[in-house]
């Protein structure tokens, strides 16, 4: 083909080399982040290291490509004077300052590290803006660390040397057709394989690579912090860093009335299993158990299986999710902990020690792990049950049967079901969660059932149930178990998705989710309805309550079970707004001022009634809502969660 001839290989080559030394040196930066820090963070042996390494390279895509972004897209633009000596000067000089400053990033890192126990992220700059004294901070650490600079210097200078052991030579194109059609083909090839460098994946089921997506691959979550590069750990926290610590009450208003800690007396002899469903986009609108006194026109329940196994177990009708994405809900069953505008588990502090139903349980001597049917790792559930403290993952990996693959997400929901209800109790008692997928945005489900279902009024209709027949298919399986008559189990969703009644447009309903207590064993006495105000953070210390966990619990929810009655405070985001229900009202809070207080009835947040009605209840909700706030803030920011 003629026009292959205009193909620019040495500028091609050139360009992979250049990009390959900035991995070689990325390299050298963790081991030498590892070896300043390897009393911090512990390795046990070189397979270990080389294994940690090797993962690194991923999040080293990422901050290599988003570093180097422009100056592949110059080296490759098809501008005729690219080999051009002052050209190619150009080039040197963007690649130097750019990966200059980038690299300089993880050398900080070597020092920061010690005092953060995180990576470098953009919450560096809040400090910043409290600090008079940053430059002469930075002066002193660099005195007090002089082999960090020297050692900069140093692999500087041999980055340049070996950058310039390849040089581009000058050539002319001599048809400029042929050159233009090479040089554009390079440019989509490349542009392709930069976005899926970026993202981490060229998978449709995979979220571009977080910072709690480093703990997937470690033994312990401090690991993560090896997997990461600065660069990258900074560039992913960029502009979306909305934690910043507040005050706006005394630490004895908090105690007194937000109580972020909880103790319940419990005894019990023969500690439960417990197995929680999070089941994908459950929303509470498809579940007829749960709208029978909603008084809505024309209902049709989706989920035959639940509603009958409703009728046998404590329910909670007027339960709300606590964020808005999958990984949020996650957060919010386990460890009790709501995504505010920014989600926890995105942001610079999610890696830090977590007090949550995984670590109660492992106190108590329990078999913990985690079931989701995904490529493993999908959803950033690995890595954040890695910081949580699952002993145990289970993915499509483990499963290791793709033939039952979804094609799009993960492993269809009913032969993963069996899976889990046999493969769990090897060791009791145990504790695990299972993830379903199978109702998830494309909606499908597996031919062979293509009509046993109803098409219902909108798509999610009719894979919600599947999943619902999935988990009865479950049940049969799972009463066969040994296990299974001293099990509590727990159903709610991650989080709401498509509406087709209007009750459920409204605007807190987006958050409404079922949250069911299901148990054979009577002893628990798990029946009946309640109308409490409850959310997905209530989970936890009811479990950690019901196993008989009598030790404080941090948390902000609250024992559903308990005859120690403490306060709701139900707290979720829109994304740029938290709300907070607090006793008969609904307030809304801007990160400084409650903007907005609505009646409880009023799902909708239609009347606005904060300068129409005054009274004593009002004005202390707006003060606990700021006391949540603080708490929240202080907690995560200075790694209190435990």
């Known amino acids: 083909m003629k026009f292959l001839k205009g193909f620019r290989k040495q500028e091609v080559l050139a360009l992979v080399y250049r990009i390959f030394l900035a991995y070689f040196f990325y390299q050298i930066a963790r081991l030498l982040f590892w070896y300043f820090n390897k009393d911090l963070i512990k390795v046990d042996s070189v397979s270990e290291y080389i294994k940690l390494a090797f993962h690194g390279t991923a999040f080293d895509t990422t901050a290599i490509l988003y570093v180097n972004a422009l100056f592949i897209l110059l080296s490759l633009l098809p501008l005729v004077i690219n080999t051009k000596k002052v ?377 919600m149930q599947y999943t619902d027949y999935a988990i009865k298919q479950y049940f049969e399986t799972a009463k066969k178990q040994p296990w299974y008559n001293n099990t509590i189990f727990v159903f709610t969703g991650d989080h709401t998705n498509q509406v087709y009644y209007p009750e459920y447009e409204r605007a807190m309903n987006r958050y409404a989710v079922p949250l069911v207590f299901y148990s054979p064993n009577p002893a628990y006495q798990l029946k009946g309805v309640s109308q409490e105000i409850a959310q997905q953070a209530d989970i936890y210390p009811t479990l950690a309550d019901l196993i008989g966990y009598n030790k404080p619990i941090r948390s902000w929810g609250r024992s559903l079970v308990s005859d120690k009655k403490y306060p709701f405070i139900v707290v979720n985001s829109d994304g740029s707004t938290d709300q907070f229900m607090i006793g008969n009202y609904i307030y809304r809070f801007d990160g400084k001022e409650i903007i907005g207080v609505y009646d409880k009835s009023d799902l909708s947040l239609e009347k606005n009634i904060m300068n129409e009605v005054k009274n004593p209840e009002i004005e202390r909700g707006k003060k606990i809502a700021k006391a949540w706030y603080q708490d929240y803030m202080d907690r995560v920011i200075n790694r209190k969660l435990y």
Not at 130 to 145: D, Q
Not at 157 to 186: C, D, H
Not at 213 to 240: C, E, H, I, Y
Request: net charge positive; hydrophobic share 40%.
């Open 87 to 463: 050209f190619q000067k150009i080039l040197f000089w963007l690649y130097f300052i750019t990966n200059g400053i980038a690299y300089a990033m993880n050398f900080g890192d070597f020092i920061y590290y010690k005092f953060s126990q995180a990576r470098l992220t953009s919450a560096v700059f809040q400090v910043a803006e409290h600090e008079s004294n940053v430059s002469k901070t930075l002066m002193i650490s660099v005195g007090e660390h002089p082999f960090v600079l020297i050692w900069y210097v140093v692999l500087m200078a041999l980055w340049v040397f070996l950058y310039k052991r390849v040089k581009v030579q000058e050539v002319k194109p001599l048809k400029l057709l042929p050159y233009f059609i090479t040089s554009i083909l390079t440019l989509c090839i490349t542009a392709v394989l930069v976005v899926g460098g970026i993202r981490g994946d060229f998978k449709h089921s995979t979220r571009p690579i977080n910072m709690v997506d480093a703990t997937r691959f470690v033994t312990n979550p401090l690991q993560g912090n090896m997997v990461l590069n600065s660069t990258f750990s900074f560039f992913r926290t960029l502009n979306t860093n909305n934690f910043k610590e507040v005050h706006f009450v005394d630490e004895k208003f908090i105690e007194d009335n937000v109580q972020p800690y909880k103790v319940y007396d419990r005894k019990v002899e023969n500690r439960p299993n417990i197995v929680i469903f999070i089941v994908e986009s459950f929303g509470r609108e498809y579940s007829g158990a749960f709208n029978k006194d909603k008084n809505i026109k024309d209902y049709v329940s989706y989920t035959p299986f639940m509603d009958s196994l409703a009728t046998q177990s404590l329910i909670f009708p007027n339960t709300f999710a606590n964020g808005r994405q999958s990984i949020h809900g996650m957060s919010s069953v386990l460890a009790g902990i709501p995504s505010l505008t920014d989600a926890f588990t995105g942001s610079p502090y999610s890696n830090q020690k977590i007090q949550s139903i995984v670590s109660v349980c492992n106190d108590l001597g329990y078999d913990t792990s985690f079931y989701h049917g995904a490529p493993n790792g999908s959803m950033g559930f690995l890595g954040f049950g890695n910081i949580l403290g699952f002993k145990h993952y289970f993915g499509k990996t483990e499963y290791n049967h793709d033939e039952d693959f979804d094609g799009m997400w993960a492993i269809w929901d009913e032969p993963f079901l069996q899976y889990f209800a046999k493969n769990v109790g090897k060791k009791q008692p145990f504790m695990t969660t299972v993830f379903t997928a199978s109702s998830h945005h494309p909606f499908k489900i597996p031919e062979k059932y293509n009509g046993k279902f109803k098409k219902g009024k909108i798509e999610i209709h009719e894979p």
